[in-house]
């Protein structure tokens, strides 16, 4: 079974850009009607950036969660991506998070794990 995961939005190539360089995920210029990305490495699941007329309203449902070892640069590397960040971070039962937004709003958490929890 193959993961896809795919994410409404309002600007699918302009949201591309946001997440193939978050992700570190290449891009596939044809791939309508959606917008593409997929890991170079063939671990992670593919995405698909689905153009939708709605806007975002309220919190998401399901969100990703990007697993991480240096939340600081980590963070500094996103938020200069375009990310805002809308909480933290904090501490969660020790996993350090922090939830942020993508440039349309799609919350996603940045997250340390604690030692040993593998």
Same mark, same amino acid.
């Given at each position: @079974?193959? +993961?896809?995961?795919?994410? &409404?939005?309002?600007?699918?190539?302009?949201?591309?850009?946001?997440?193939?360089? /978050?992700?570190?995920? *290449?891009? %596939?210029? %044809?791939?309508?009607?959606? !917008? /593409?990305? &997929? &890991? $170079? *490495?063939?671990?992670?699941?593919?995405?698909?950036? +689905?153009?939708?007329?709605? $806007?975002?309203?309220?919190?998401? *449902? @399901? %969100?990703?969660?990007? *697993?991480?070892?240096? @939340?600081?640069?980590?963070? /500094?590397?996103?938020? =200069?991506?375009? #990310? !805002?960040?809308?909480?933290?971070?904090?501490?969660?039962? =020790?996993?350090?998070? !922090?939830?942020? #937004? &993508?440039?349309?709003?799609?919350?996603?958490?940045?997250?340390?794990? $604690?030692? =040993?929890?593998?």
């Amino acid at each position: @079974m193959r +993961q896809v995961f795919v994410l &409404d939005c309002a600007d699918p190539e302009r949201l591309a850009a946001f997440w193939a360089a /978050a992700l570190r995920y *290449r891009r %596939h210029p %044809h791939s309508p009607p959606y !917008t /593409a990305l &997929d &890991d $170079p *490495r063939g671990e992670g699941p593919k995405w698909l950036l +689905q153009r939708v007329p709605e $806007p975002k309203v309220g919190k998401n *449902r @399901m %969100h990703p969660d990007l *697993r991480v070892t240096d @939340m600081d640069g980590e963070l /500094a590397r996103l938020t =200069g991506l375009g #990310a !805002t960040v809308v909480r933290g971070p904090f501490d969660d039962e =020790g996993w350090l998070t !922090t939830v942020l #937004a &993508d440039p349309e709003g799609n919350e996603f958490c940045l997250i340390v794990e $604690p030692e =040993g929890s593998s």
